[in-house]
């Protein structure tokens, strides 16, 4: 265990009610919107992997990142260049959503200051990567989709390696899933199938109630492969995975050619080609085909209720006062790799000090350790939509003390929900020195009852004058439906 936190920083005052928590919260200097909670759904494009090599054009415009800038009021998917350009469009004339392009030559990142860090964006749309992943990319990517992100994972057949640097997407994807800092045993429950089939229209399973297949951009019955592959699912490593497009003549747990799944807060997608986000159009030179507009396919749809879902648009009726449901994970900043970011209380809690280990990732929200009489406060605020009939709060505690009695609790940790007006709604639970143990525990609440709600959440740590207890927090989630 550490001894006494030395006296790295001076703690400032606890902000004092509810009030003061949310007029800080409004105007805290660099503050993310949650993930799933904000009403413009936020997409990043990556075309930093070789999406444009050889004589593939997986780009929704030339204009990157930013594709606003080739034209502010696209109308047709010619106005925007480039092979992705009818799905960009698509979801630029939708309304609701900001799109982005990670421009060739630089890096995906997680918890960074630049504009396309995926810390400000609720979806990362991956369109057949042919460049592998740095370690640093994998371990942001990883830790986006733990975190609440969405992630759309777009492969082609094996050997498809357009760059000629021995890398495929087959091999891109199934190296980010397998050989990376987060979780490589096997996290989304799927596996990428080393094959190159050669045609087919795939067909959708029965189930009216999945909003990838019934969404708002339209009924999905067939897909399109021209030359691509298929996933094996392995639901005993990750029972939410589920196949949704299966290669005619399968079913089950194999040949999947579009598939989706979760991974802590966030939500996945596969598609086995690339051939059916292809519009035909991009720069010359290039070898194109129209599968976005394929007569004996549904892929439009498939691509933008699978964006949707994945960004958190997809809706769900529900109790609780009426109103709709924005599936996902509410708190902005959950794991704290950014920093301070959309928690407010005292100064210095988040921290990637070495005195203490974070769960994953640098950064967690180390709580008192002091050995001596502090008060700590961290706290977020957040509104849990009316028509959400599940809100479950979770985190991950450690405790870690120098005391050695095993019957009196000195110091203390408080998890509770307050309203508007700072009055506490909850006292969820209240640990102390005698919870202390090695690792992290998660802990889980019921926050149901106040769907259509605006609430802080908001922990208290508080110790005595003698020996530190330090109560250190990492991975939280509001997650709704």
């Not at 794991?335 to 301070?340: K, Q, R, T, Y």
């Amino acid at each position: 265990m550490p001894g006494s936190r030395r006296s790295r920083r001076t703690l400032t005052t606890a902000l004092a009610g509810c009030g003061l928590l949310l007029a800080a919260a409004a105007v805290q200097a660099g503050t993310s919107t949650p993930a799933h909670a904000a009403t413009t759904h936020r997409v990043l494009f990556d075309n930093a992997h070789a999406e444009t090599a050889g004589n593939a054009d997986w780009v929704i415009s030339t204009s990157q990142p930013d594709p606003l800038g080739q034209d502010a009021t696209p109308n047709a998917e010619t106005d925007w260049t480039g092979a992705l350009s009818s799905w960009g469009v698509a979801l630029q004339k939708a309304g609701g959503y900001s799109l982005k392009t990670q421009p060739s030559g630089s890096a995906l990142s997680y918890g960074g200051s630049s504009a396309t860090d995926l810390s400000n964006f609720d979806t990362l749309v991956l369109p057949e990567p042919n460049k592998a992943f740095t370690t640093a990319e994998k371990t942001a990517i990883m830790t986006f989709v733990k975190n609440g992100g969405g992630l759309f994972m777009i492969s082609d057949h094996t050997g498809a390696d357009r760059d000629n640097d021995g890398e495929d997407a087959v091999e891109v994807l199934n190296d980010l899933m397998t050989n990376n800092s987060v979780d490589s045993t096997d996290p989304f429950g799927f596996s990428i199938d080393t094959l190159d089939v050669k045609s087919g229209y795939p067909a959708a399973i029965s189930d009216s109630s999945n909003p990838v297949l019934h969404g708002s951009f339209g009924t999905v019955t067939k897909s399109l492969i021209a030359d691509g592959t298929t996933a094996t699912l392995k639901p005993a490593d990750n029972s939410s995975v589920k196949g949704l497009v299966y290669r005619d003549g399968y079913s089950g747990n194999t040949g999947a050619f579009f598939a989706t799944s979760t991974f802590g807060s966030g939500r996945v997608a596969f598609w086995g080609d690339s051939s059916p986000i292809d519009d035909g159009t991009g720069q010359s030179g290039n070898t194109l085909y129209d599968g976005w507009n394929d007569s004996g396919a549904t892929n439009a749809p498939l691509a933008l209720n699978a964006t949707a879902w994945l960004a958190g648009a997809g809706t769900t009726g529900g109790g609780g006062g009426g109103g709709t449901c924005a599936a996902g994970q509410l708190l902005a900043n959950p794991g704290f790799e950014s920093g301070a970011a959309s928690w407010t209380g005292s100064s210095g809690v988040i921290t990637d000090d070495s005195g203490e280990a974070a769960r994953t990732g640098s950064y967690k929200a180390w709580l008192d350790g002091y050995g001596s009489a502090r008060t700590d406060t961290l706290a977020q605020t957040v509104t849990v939509p009316a028509g959400c009939t599940s809100a479950k709060l979770s985190f991950h505690l450690h405790v870690d003390t120098a005391e050695t009695t095993t019957t009196t609790a000195y110091d203390t940790l408080k998890a509770q929900v307050l309203n508007s007006g700072g009055t506490v709604l909850s006292t969820l639970a209240t640990y102390s020195n005698l919870n202390a143990a090695s690792g992290y525990t998660q802990r889980t609440f019921d926050l149901a009852s106040y769907a259509g709600q605006t609430v802080t959440i908001r922990f208290t740590g508080t110790e005595g004058s003698t020996l530190q207890t330090s109560f250190v927090l990492d991975d939280t989630a509001l997650t709704v439906s």
